[in-house]
Protein backbone atom coordinates (compact mmCIF):
# COMPACT_ATOMS: atom_id res chain seq x y z
CA UNK A 1 0.00 0.00 0.00
CA UNK A 2 2.80 2.06 1.02
CA UNK A 3 4.85 1.33 -2.12
CA UNK A 4 1.67 2.11 -4.30
CA UNK A 5 0.99 5.64 -2.54
CA UNK A 6 4.81 6.20 -2.89
CA UNK A 7 4.68 5.75 -6.87
CA UNK A 8 1.02 7.77 -6.55
CA UNK A 9 2.99 10.81 -5.34
CA UNK A 10 6.34 10.68 -7.80
CA UNK A 11 4.04 10.36 -10.54
CA UNK A 12 1.68 13.20 -9.62
CA UNK A 13 5.14 15.64 -9.27
CA UNK A 14 6.61 14.90 -12.20
CA UNK A 15 3.69 15.54 -14.13
CA UNK A 16 3.32 18.73 -12.09
CA UNK A 17 7.58 19.11 -12.78
CA UNK A 18 6.49 19.02 -16.34
CA UNK A 19 4.03 21.01 -16.99
CA UNK A 20 5.85 23.62 -15.16
CA UNK A 21 8.82 23.41 -17.14
CA UNK A 22 7.29 23.86 -20.40
CA UNK A 23 8.13 26.90 -22.23
CA UNK A 24 5.98 29.53 -23.16
CA UNK A 25 5.85 28.18 -26.86
CA UNK A 26 5.43 24.82 -26.14
CA UNK A 27 2.51 25.87 -23.88
CA UNK A 28 0.90 28.17 -27.13
CA UNK A 29 1.25 25.77 -29.30
CA UNK A 30 -0.39 23.57 -27.52
CA UNK A 31 -3.37 25.42 -27.60
CA UNK A 32 -3.45 25.12 -31.43
CA UNK A 33 -6.54 23.61 -32.52
CA UNK A 34 -5.41 21.31 -35.16
CA UNK A 35 -6.67 20.06 -38.46
CA UNK A 36 -5.92 17.73 -41.68
CA UNK A 37 -7.63 19.79 -43.81
CA UNK A 38 -7.68 24.01 -44.22
CA UNK A 39 -11.10 24.44 -45.01
CA UNK A 40 -12.23 22.52 -41.94
CA UNK A 41 -9.95 25.13 -39.87
CA UNK A 42 -12.41 27.79 -41.34
CA UNK A 43 -15.30 27.45 -39.10
CA UNK A 44 -13.89 28.20 -36.07
CA UNK A 45 -11.87 31.43 -37.54
CA UNK A 46 -15.62 32.75 -38.54
CA UNK A 47 -16.72 32.05 -34.85
CA UNK A 48 -13.36 34.01 -33.99
CA UNK A 49 -14.32 37.06 -36.26
CA UNK A 50 -18.06 36.75 -36.22
CA UNK A 51 -18.68 40.02 -34.20
CA UNK A 52 -15.60 42.26 -35.95
CA UNK A 53 -16.24 44.80 -38.97
CA UNK A 54 -12.52 44.43 -40.04
CA UNK A 55 -10.89 41.08 -40.51
CA UNK A 56 -6.96 42.05 -41.77
CA UNK A 57 -5.84 38.55 -43.41
CA UNK A 58 -1.43 39.03 -43.11
CA UNK A 59 1.21 36.88 -44.60
CA UNK A 60 4.94 36.33 -43.00
CA UNK A 61 6.48 37.31 -46.88
CA UNK A 62 5.24 38.81 -50.25
CA UNK A 63 6.06 35.09 -51.88
CA UNK A 64 4.13 32.48 -49.41
CA UNK A 65 2.57 30.57 -51.80
CA UNK A 66 0.39 28.52 -49.98
CA UNK A 67 -1.13 31.21 -47.62
CA UNK A 68 -1.82 33.05 -51.02
CA UNK A 69 -4.03 29.81 -51.63
CA UNK A 70 -5.41 29.14 -47.53
CA UNK A 71 -6.29 33.29 -47.61
CA UNK A 72 -8.40 32.91 -51.07
CA UNK A 73 -10.24 29.82 -50.18
CA UNK A 74 -10.75 31.59 -46.13
CA UNK A 75 -12.10 35.01 -48.04
CA UNK A 76 -14.55 32.64 -50.38
CA UNK A 77 -15.70 31.04 -47.20
CA UNK A 78 -16.25 33.81 -44.95
CA UNK A 79 -17.79 36.00 -47.56
CA UNK A 80 -20.40 33.16 -48.17
CA UNK A 81 -23.24 35.51 -47.61
CA UNK A 82 -21.62 38.35 -49.63
CA UNK A 83 -21.00 40.23 -45.83
CA UNK A 84 -17.16 41.18 -46.84
CA UNK A 85 -15.91 43.84 -48.99
CA UNK A 86 -11.89 42.90 -49.71
CA UNK A 87 -9.79 45.79 -49.54
CA UNK A 88 -6.18 45.26 -50.76
CA UNK A 89 -2.47 46.03 -50.14
CA UNK A 90 -0.79 46.57 -53.49
CA UNK A 91 -3.75 48.31 -55.24
CA UNK A 92 -4.35 52.39 -55.02
CA UNK A 93 -7.47 53.83 -53.77
CA UNK A 94 -8.25 55.77 -57.40
CA UNK A 95 -7.90 51.96 -59.22
CA UNK A 96 -10.66 50.77 -56.49
CA UNK A 97 -13.28 53.74 -57.05
CA UNK A 98 -12.66 53.19 -61.05
CA UNK A 99 -12.78 49.41 -61.36
CA UNK A 100 -15.62 49.33 -58.84
CA UNK A 101 -17.51 51.59 -61.10
CA UNK A 102 -17.88 54.41 -58.74
CA UNK A 103 -15.38 56.61 -61.10
CA UNK A 104 -15.42 56.58 -64.41
CA UNK A 105 -12.44 55.18 -66.03
CA UNK A 106 -12.06 58.16 -68.45
CA UNK A 107 -8.14 58.72 -69.37
CA UNK A 108 -7.33 55.51 -68.31
CA UNK A 109 -6.25 53.39 -70.55
CA UNK A 110 -8.66 50.59 -71.14
CA UNK A 111 -6.71 47.83 -72.24
CA UNK A 112 -4.99 47.87 -68.48
CA UNK A 113 -8.05 48.32 -67.00
CA UNK A 114 -7.97 44.82 -64.84
CA UNK A 115 -7.79 44.02 -61.58
CA UNK A 116 -4.94 41.87 -62.35
CA UNK A 117 -3.24 44.71 -63.67
CA UNK A 118 -4.07 47.20 -60.79
CA UNK A 119 -3.32 44.71 -57.70
CA UNK A 120 0.70 43.90 -57.27
CA UNK A 121 1.80 41.25 -59.39
CA UNK A 122 3.84 39.51 -56.39
CA UNK A 123 0.06 38.38 -55.75
CA UNK A 124 -2.27 38.92 -58.37
CA UNK A 125 -0.27 37.02 -61.29
CA UNK A 126 0.45 33.93 -58.97
CA UNK A 127 -2.09 30.96 -59.32
CA UNK A 128 -2.44 30.33 -55.74
CA UNK A 129 -4.13 34.39 -55.59
CA UNK A 130 -6.25 33.49 -58.98
CA UNK A 131 -9.66 32.11 -57.70
CA UNK A 132 -10.01 35.74 -55.88
CA UNK A 133 -8.73 37.53 -58.75
CA UNK A 134 -11.62 36.09 -60.57
CA UNK A 135 -14.02 36.41 -58.49
CA UNK A 136 -13.11 40.39 -58.29
CA UNK A 137 -13.45 40.39 -61.67
CA UNK A 138 -16.42 38.81 -62.47
CA UNK A 139 -18.11 40.81 -59.57
CA UNK A 140 -18.56 37.83 -57.11
CA UNK A 141 -16.55 39.73 -54.21
CA UNK A 142 -16.76 43.73 -54.03
CA UNK A 143 -13.17 45.33 -53.71
CA UNK A 144 -11.49 48.36 -53.28
CA UNK A 145 -7.70 49.47 -53.15
CA UNK A 146 -5.79 51.02 -50.19
CA UNK A 147 -2.36 51.46 -51.34
CA UNK A 148 -0.34 54.99 -51.35
CA UNK A 149 2.47 53.23 -53.67
CA UNK A 150 1.78 53.71 -57.04
CA UNK A 151 -0.70 51.19 -58.91
CA UNK A 152 -2.46 51.54 -62.41
CA UNK A 153 -4.36 54.09 -61.59
CA UNK A 154 -1.84 56.34 -60.29
CA UNK A 155 0.31 56.37 -63.26
CA UNK A 156 -2.82 58.30 -65.00
CA UNK A 157 -3.01 60.99 -62.24
CA UNK A 158 -2.64 63.90 -63.92
CA UNK A 159 -4.72 63.61 -66.97
CA UNK A 160 -7.32 61.83 -64.71
CA UNK A 161 -7.89 64.56 -62.18
CA UNK A 162 -8.05 67.31 -65.56
CA UNK A 163 -10.64 64.97 -67.55
CA UNK A 164 -12.30 64.54 -63.85
CA UNK A 165 -13.17 68.37 -63.01
CA UNK A 166 -13.44 71.51 -64.84
CA UNK A 167 -12.15 73.74 -61.53
CA UNK A 168 -8.41 71.12 -61.57
CA UNK A 169 -8.20 71.66 -65.48
CA UNK A 170 -7.42 75.56 -64.42
CA UNK A 171 -4.88 74.81 -62.33
CA UNK A 172 -3.04 71.52 -63.57
CA UNK A 173 -3.48 72.47 -67.26
CA UNK A 174 -1.89 74.76 -69.37
CA UNK A 175 1.95 75.56 -68.62
CA UNK A 176 1.62 73.65 -66.05
CA UNK A 177 0.77 70.13 -67.46
CA UNK A 178 4.18 69.81 -69.28
CA UNK A 179 6.22 70.09 -65.95
CA UNK A 180 3.94 68.48 -63.77
CA UNK A 181 3.92 65.16 -66.39
CA UNK A 182 7.68 65.43 -66.44
CA UNK A 183 7.94 65.52 -62.46
CA UNK A 184 5.43 62.78 -61.77
CA UNK A 185 6.81 60.26 -64.34
CA UNK A 186 9.92 60.33 -62.23
CA UNK A 187 8.16 60.45 -59.04
CA UNK A 188 6.44 57.34 -60.38
CA UNK A 189 9.57 55.94 -61.12
CA UNK A 190 10.65 56.70 -57.75
CA UNK A 191 13.78 59.24 -58.94
CA UNK A 192 15.95 60.05 -56.14
CA UNK A 193 17.20 62.77 -57.97
CA UNK A 194 14.54 65.12 -58.21
CA UNK A 195 15.46 67.91 -56.43
CA UNK A 196 13.53 70.04 -53.51
CA UNK A 197 12.01 72.50 -55.41
CA UNK A 198 10.68 69.86 -57.74
CA UNK A 199 8.99 68.22 -55.18
CA UNK A 200 7.47 71.09 -54.03
CA UNK A 201 6.08 72.63 -56.68
CA UNK A 202 4.26 69.64 -57.58
CA UNK A 203 3.10 69.63 -53.87
CA UNK A 204 1.95 72.98 -54.19
CA UNK A 205 -0.11 72.23 -57.32
CA UNK A 206 -1.58 68.92 -55.85
CA UNK A 207 -2.92 71.30 -52.73
CA UNK A 208 -4.41 74.25 -55.57
CA UNK A 209 -5.86 71.29 -57.06
CA UNK A 210 -7.42 70.35 -53.40
CA UNK A 211 -8.62 73.60 -53.14
CA UNK A 212 -10.41 74.37 -56.60
CA UNK A 213 -12.27 70.70 -55.99
CA UNK A 214 -14.22 72.60 -53.50
CA UNK A 215 -16.16 73.90 -56.74
CA UNK A 216 -16.73 70.33 -56.97
CA UNK A 217 -20.90 69.77 -56.43
CA UNK A 218 -20.72 66.03 -56.59
CA UNK A 219 -19.64 65.36 -53.56
CA UNK A 220 -19.13 61.82 -53.29
CA UNK A 221 -16.59 62.19 -57.02
CA UNK A 222 -15.13 65.10 -54.87
CA UNK A 223 -14.71 63.40 -51.85
CA UNK A 224 -12.75 60.60 -53.84
CA UNK A 225 -10.60 62.89 -55.64
CA UNK A 226 -9.67 64.73 -52.31
CA UNK A 227 -8.18 60.85 -51.07
CA UNK A 228 -6.90 60.15 -54.29
CA UNK A 229 -4.57 63.78 -54.00
CA UNK A 230 -3.81 62.24 -50.45
CA UNK A 231 -2.37 59.43 -51.62
CA UNK A 232 -0.55 60.77 -54.02
CA UNK A 233 1.02 63.44 -51.48
CA UNK A 234 1.87 60.36 -49.28
CA UNK A 235 3.48 58.61 -51.41
CA UNK A 236 5.28 62.26 -52.27
CA UNK A 237 6.32 62.48 -48.44
CA UNK A 238 8.12 58.42 -49.04
CA UNK A 239 9.98 60.21 -51.88
CA UNK A 240 11.17 63.12 -49.76
CA UNK A 241 12.29 61.11 -47.34
CA UNK A 242 14.35 58.40 -49.76
CA UNK A 243 14.57 54.96 -50.02
CA UNK A 244 18.08 54.12 -49.42
CA UNK A 245 18.45 55.68 -46.23
CA UNK A 246 17.95 52.90 -42.98
CA UNK A 247 15.77 55.78 -41.17
CA UNK A 248 14.01 57.36 -44.64
CA UNK A 249 12.68 53.79 -45.13
CA UNK A 250 11.42 53.29 -41.50
CA UNK A 251 10.25 56.83 -41.37
CA UNK A 252 8.37 56.27 -44.91
CA UNK A 253 6.97 52.48 -43.39
CA UNK A 254 5.02 54.88 -40.90
CA UNK A 255 3.74 57.35 -43.81
CA UNK A 256 2.40 54.35 -45.82
CA UNK A 257 0.35 52.55 -43.25
CA UNK A 258 -1.13 55.62 -41.62
CA UNK A 259 -2.64 56.61 -45.25
CA UNK A 260 -3.46 52.85 -45.67
CA UNK A 261 -5.66 52.99 -42.72
CA UNK A 262 -7.14 56.15 -43.68
CA UNK A 263 -7.84 54.80 -46.62
CA UNK A 264 -9.88 52.23 -44.87
CA UNK A 265 -11.13 54.64 -42.43
CA UNK A 266 -12.50 56.60 -45.43
CA UNK A 267 -14.34 53.29 -47.09
CA UNK A 268 -15.99 52.20 -44.29
CA UNK A 269 -17.24 55.66 -43.42
CA UNK A 270 -18.50 56.13 -46.82
CA UNK A 271 -19.90 52.64 -46.56
CA UNK A 272 -21.16 52.16 -42.96
CA UNK A 273 -23.37 48.58 -43.71
CA UNK A 274 -20.16 47.46 -44.88
CA UNK A 275 -17.58 45.00 -43.20
CA UNK A 276 -14.12 44.68 -45.09
CA UNK A 277 -11.07 42.05 -45.24
CA UNK A 278 -8.18 43.05 -45.80
CA UNK A 279 -5.19 41.35 -47.47
CA UNK A 280 -1.64 42.36 -46.47
CA UNK A 281 1.55 41.33 -44.30
CA UNK A 282 1.48 39.71 -40.35
CA UNK A 283 3.84 42.94 -40.07
CA UNK A 284 1.14 45.46 -41.46
CA UNK A 285 -1.43 43.88 -39.32
CA UNK A 286 -0.05 44.11 -36.30
CA UNK A 287 -1.82 46.35 -33.86
CA UNK A 288 1.08 46.94 -30.98
CA UNK A 289 4.49 46.32 -32.77
CA UNK A 290 5.86 47.92 -30.15
CA UNK A 291 5.17 44.88 -28.38
CA UNK A 292 8.20 42.78 -30.64
CA UNK A 293 11.78 42.91 -29.85
CA UNK A 294 13.02 43.53 -33.90
CA UNK A 295 16.20 42.42 -32.11
CA UNK A 296 18.52 43.12 -34.57
CA UNK A 297 21.28 46.33 -35.62
CA UNK A 298 21.36 48.87 -36.40
CA UNK A 299 18.27 48.97 -34.27
CA UNK A 300 17.36 46.15 -31.90
CA UNK A 301 14.32 48.49 -30.78
CA UNK A 302 13.32 49.66 -34.12
CA UNK A 303 9.62 48.62 -33.49
CA UNK A 304 9.16 51.00 -30.56
CA UNK A 305 8.88 53.75 -33.83
CA UNK A 306 6.45 52.72 -35.66
CA UNK A 307 2.60 52.82 -35.61
CA UNK A 308 1.10 50.12 -38.10
CA UNK A 309 -2.13 49.35 -40.40
CA UNK A 310 -3.45 47.49 -37.80
CA UNK A 311 -2.92 49.79 -34.52
CA UNK A 312 -4.33 52.72 -36.37
CA UNK A 313 -7.48 50.84 -37.29
CA UNK A 314 -7.54 49.25 -33.59
CA UNK A 315 -7.41 53.16 -32.36
CA UNK A 316 -9.97 53.95 -35.33
CA UNK A 317 -12.18 51.32 -34.17
CA UNK A 318 -11.61 49.57 -30.88
CA UNK A 319 -12.41 46.41 -30.78
CA UNK A 320 -14.05 45.97 -34.08
CA UNK A 321 -11.11 45.07 -35.55
CA UNK A 322 -9.02 40.99 -35.94
CA UNK A 323 -5.66 40.47 -37.05
CA UNK A 324 -4.97 37.04 -38.17
CA UNK A 325 -1.57 36.61 -38.82
CA UNK A 326 -0.25 33.20 -40.79
CA UNK A 327 2.58 31.20 -40.73
CA UNK A 328 4.84 28.03 -41.60
CA UNK A 329 7.00 25.56 -40.00
CA UNK A 330 8.09 23.76 -43.09
CA UNK A 331 8.79 24.12 -46.94
CA UNK A 332 10.30 26.92 -48.90
CA UNK A 333 8.83 30.40 -50.07
CA UNK A 334 9.74 32.25 -53.20
CA UNK A 335 8.88 35.07 -55.97
CA UNK A 336 7.32 33.14 -58.98
CA UNK A 337 9.63 35.25 -61.28
CA UNK A 338 12.35 34.30 -59.47
CA UNK A 339 14.28 30.47 -59.74
CA UNK A 340 15.52 30.47 -56.34
CA UNK A 341 13.56 30.09 -53.31
CA UNK A 342 13.92 29.90 -49.78
CA UNK A 343 13.80 27.11 -46.98
CA UNK A 344 11.58 27.75 -44.02
CA UNK A 345 13.28 26.13 -40.99
CA UNK A 346 11.85 27.58 -37.97
CA UNK A 347 14.54 28.44 -35.08
CA UNK A 348 14.63 25.18 -32.05
CA UNK A 349 13.25 27.88 -29.60
CA UNK A 350 10.13 29.18 -32.06
CA UNK A 351 6.66 28.31 -31.36
CA UNK A 352 6.34 27.01 -34.74
CA UNK A 353 9.12 24.60 -34.12
CA UNK A 354 7.04 23.18 -31.49
CA UNK A 355 3.80 23.06 -33.75
CA UNK A 356 6.00 21.07 -35.93
CA UNK A 357 6.39 18.42 -33.47
CA UNK A 358 2.83 17.93 -33.35
CA UNK A 359 2.80 16.81 -36.36
CA UNK A 360 -0.10 18.86 -37.34
CA UNK A 361 -1.10 19.85 -41.31
CA UNK A 362 -2.64 23.10 -40.28
CA UNK A 363 -3.44 24.93 -36.64
CA UNK A 364 -5.64 27.98 -35.75
CA UNK A 365 -5.00 29.61 -32.52
CA UNK A 366 -7.13 32.49 -31.47
CA UNK A 367 -5.10 34.47 -28.98
CA UNK A 368 -7.53 36.95 -28.43
CA UNK A 369 -9.11 34.74 -26.43
CA UNK A 370 -5.83 33.48 -24.01
CA UNK A 371 -6.42 36.73 -21.53
CA UNK A 372 -3.81 35.65 -19.46
CA UNK A 373 -0.68 35.71 -22.33
CA UNK A 374 -1.04 39.16 -22.39
CA UNK A 375 2.07 39.35 -20.86
CA UNK A 376 3.48 36.07 -21.95
CA UNK A 377 6.91 36.82 -23.86
CA UNK A 378 7.20 33.83 -26.71
CA UNK A 379 9.06 33.05 -29.95
CA UNK A 380 7.52 33.19 -33.49
CA UNK A 381 8.91 33.54 -36.61
CA UNK A 382 5.80 35.55 -37.76
CA UNK A 383 7.42 37.95 -38.89
CA UNK A 384 9.61 35.93 -41.34
CA UNK A 385 12.55 35.35 -38.55
CA UNK A 386 12.91 34.49 -35.10
CA UNK A 387 11.51 37.82 -32.80
CA UNK A 388 10.67 37.44 -29.25
CA UNK A 389 7.50 39.32 -28.28
CA UNK A 390 3.99 39.31 -26.43
CA UNK A 391 2.75 38.20 -29.29
CA UNK A 392 -0.50 38.20 -28.17
CA UNK A 393 -1.01 41.94 -27.74
CA UNK A 394 0.00 41.98 -31.35
CA UNK A 395 -2.26 40.39 -33.28
CA UNK A 396 -5.43 38.14 -32.00
CA UNK A 397 -4.80 35.15 -33.84
CA UNK A 398 -2.00 32.79 -35.71
CA UNK A 399 -2.77 30.07 -38.88
CA UNK A 400 -0.28 27.47 -38.77
CA UNK A 401 0.37 25.46 -42.04
CA UNK A 402 3.08 22.29 -41.65
CA UNK A 403 4.60 23.28 -45.45
CA UNK A 404 4.03 26.21 -47.06
CA UNK A 405 5.19 26.35 -50.77
CA UNK A 406 6.90 29.03 -53.27
CA UNK A 407 4.08 30.90 -54.90
CA UNK A 408 3.64 29.59 -58.59
CA UNK A 409 3.00 32.38 -61.94
CA UNK A 410 -0.65 31.60 -63.35
CA UNK A 411 -0.89 29.34 -66.22
CA UNK A 412 -1.74 32.18 -69.27
Keep these: MKKAFFFTIVS???LFISCETKTNEQQVADKFLAFSDEQASFAPIKAAVKDKRIVILGEAGHADGKTFEIKSKLIEFLNANNEYDVVLEGMGFLDGAVLQG???PLCIDSNYLDVANAWYGLWSQTKEAAPLVEAM?????????????????D????????ASSPSVSNVLGGSAFDSLMAIHDRIMGMDTT???NELDYFDSKMNQARKALEEETDLEKKAILDMTIDNALAFLGQLRLGFTDWDAVNAGI?????????NVEWYLNRFPDRKVIIW????HGAKKIDQIMYGKEPEPDLYKKFVLLGEHLENAFPGQVYSLAFTSGDGSTGFFYANDSTAIMPDSTSMEFRLNQRGMEYGFCDLSQKKDWADMVFNSIVFGDCKPGKWARALDGVFFINENHKAHEIER
Design 102 to 104: VLP
Design 137 to 153: RSGKVRYWGMDCNPSLG
Design 254 to 262: NIRDRQMAE
Design 155 to 162: YFLIPYLL
Design 194 to 196: LTH
Design 12 to 14: VLA
Design 280 to 283: TANF
